[in-house]
């Protein structure tokens, strides 16, 4: 596939090979182009991907979004929720947060998007000339003093002059240029799911709000998709699973989602039988590695600095670290802007993570103090002068 493709257009100029189809990858080939640059964007999916989870769209997402002009696109396509709320086993509700308030309190410039439906936004976004090529990885690299060649698993090779690693938490480029994930990978202590299933019912039952079980080590969140569609009732419903678990991942991880949804409730039960077999399952991580660079070799997004679920600006950071990347490019040639890169983006995304850390026990708490603490913090969303504090503390970090 090649992006509005234009033959014999940007010969001359720099030329980047991105792995990674996602997120990062495609905002890195957006801001990339922008400042001149031939992309070539690889991804081992066949296809672009249809699952995933909903991505609350904020602070320095947004202003990430707006420079890469694809703002308008993203709020298009956005969900507008009105209310979270808190349920127990039972189907109780136990709190409850206006959702409407929480995005008045960061100027309305808040939504939520589902991540299939970002990248399908950013695909659309790439600049004439890029090229994007499922079902390919890349097998090997070799790095030279005016360019890095990469063989790809179509049996191609791939001169650039930068490769940037944006293929994920379990980069393959980052295992072939700096060693194995085992050495910068650390779990969180969770495994999470994520399933769209038809759900009519449901669906209209859920209407404009964001259910998420109030439990202890263990969560459920769910929400209609489209609730505000103009006039039609929605059918579909969007759902995720979180829980404390340190063991291996499973090998069906459909059937672990609907082993776990027996926990939640009148809702889990209700889902049970709905969720098939194209899921999200992984482990809820964060990545630190030692040095970004290596020579030609640059990595971005989660294969850098995954903040995890839990911290809720994955997203955000990697659509702002792509435009970090570019502009120090730009100034300083690709080895230089590398470098430029990782010593000015590194930490900020390390308090993220930071972040995230310190939020995992009360996103899913373990005590019944902790689970006191969350409604508290909930019913604090409903004080005037307090709430745009309990917004900021909770927003990403919803669904």
């Known amino acids: 596939m090649t992006a509005a493709s234009s033959p014999g257009t940007h010969e001359a100029a720099p030329h980047a090979l991105i792995s990674g189809g996602g997120i990062a990858g495609l905002a890195n080939a957006i801001a990339l182009g922008r400042i001149g640059w031939r992309c070539t964007v690889v991804e081992q999916a066949p296809a672009p991907r249809e699952g995933g989870y909903m991505i609350d769209v904020f602070g320095a997402g947004w202003k990430a979004a707006r420079e890469l002009c694809v703002l308008q696109q ?29 995005s008045r309190s960061l100027d309305h410039e808040f939504t939520s998007v589902l991540r299939p439906d970002i990248e399908q936004v950013l695909l659309r976004g790439l600049p004439a000339g890029t090229e994007v090529r499922y079902g390919t990885t890349v097998t090997s690299i070799e790095q030279h003093d005016d360019a890095a060649v990469a063989e790809l698993s179509d049996g191609s090779e791939s001169r650039a002059d930068l490769i940037v690693a944006a293929d994920g938490l379990h980069s393959s480029v980052r295992r072939l240029a700096f060693g194995d994930e085992r050495q910068f990978v650390r779990s969180l202590g969770y495994q999470v799911g994520a399933f769209i299933c038809e759900a009519p019912e449901l669906a209209r039952k859920l209407g404009s709000s964001v259910h998420l079980t109030d439990l202890l080590d263990r969560q459920l969140g769910v929400f209609a998709l489209n609730p505000d569609t103009r006039g039609a ?167």
């Open 74 to 102: 993203l709020r298009a396509v956005g969900h507008a929720f009105q209310e979270l709320r808190y349920i127990d086993a039972t189907g109780r509700t136990t709190a409850s947060i206006p959702l409407a308030r929480v």
């Open 233 to 399: 009732h929605p059918d579909r419903v969007s759902g995720f699973v979180l829980r404390r678990d340190t063991e291996a991942l499973p090998d069906d991880p459909a059937a672990a989602i609907r082993d776990e949804l027996q926990h939640h409730g009148p809702i889990g039960e209700a889902l049970r039988g709905l969720v098939g077999s194209n899921v999200y399952f992984d482990t809820v991580a964060q990545a630190f590695v030692p040095r970004w660079q290596s020579a030609r070799v640059v990595l971005a997004g989660d294969a850098a600095h995954a903040v995890s679920l839990i911290a809720g600006q994955g997203a955000a950071m990697a659509m702002a670290g792509a435009l970090q990347l570019a502009d120090a490019v730009d100034r300083h040639g690709a080895v230089g802007g590398a470098a430029e890169y990782e010593r000015v983006w590194r930490p900020v995304v390390e308090g993220v993570q930071r972040s995230g850390r310190r939020g995992a026990s009360a996103f899913v708490p373990s005590t019944r103090v902790a689970q006191a603490a969350r409604r508290g913090v909930a019913r604090l969303a409903r004080v005037p002068g307090v709430s745009a504090l309990v917004a900021r503390s909770i927003a990403g970090r919803t669904h």
